[in-house]
Nanobody, 123 residues
Framework: QVQLVESGGGLVQPGGSLRLSCVLS????????MGWYRQAPGKERELVAT??????TNYADSVKGRFTISRDNAKTVYLQMNSLKPEDTAVYYC??????????????????WGQGTQVTVSS
């Protein structure tokens, strides 16, 4: 079973920064895409940022220009969060996907989640 462990969450004042880390139990390059999602109290889980195996990134409109997703060359994916706002408060989850690509077919063969790390932005 693929395991993901998030860390780096905590309490920070508005305008502050945090860097989240997600350590995988196996190489990042065994997956096609990695990403961060978040879920605030009373709200649905939403996509924050993704990065593909070839380095293409995607961000939610609400975090563009403030958050940066990246990875090392081993087993860790990061989310650098700057200029944090109270509305960024949520549990942040790491996600990785393994996708089989065939002619006319894109089939998910693996979808794994971490346990989540709490981020609280408050004065």
């Amino acid at each position: 079973q693929v395991q993901l462990v998030e860390s780096g969450g905590g309490l920070v004042q508005p305008g502050g920064s945090l860097r989240l880390s997600c350590v995988l139990s196996e190489s990042i390059f065994r997956f096609n895409a990695m990403g961060w999602y978040r879920q605030a109290p009373g709200k649905e889980r939403e996509l924050v940022a993704t990065i593909t195996s070839d380095g293409v990134t995607n961000y939610a409109d609400s975090v563009k220009g403030r958050f940066t997703i990246s990875r090392d060359n081993a087993k860790t994916v990061y989310l650098q969060m700057n200029s944090l706002k109270p509305e960024d408060t949520a549990v942040y989850y790491c996600n990785v996907k393994r996708i089989q690509v065939l002619p006319g077919l894109r089939q998910s063969v693996g979808d794994y989640w971490g346990q989540g790390t709490q981020v609280t932005v408050s004065s």
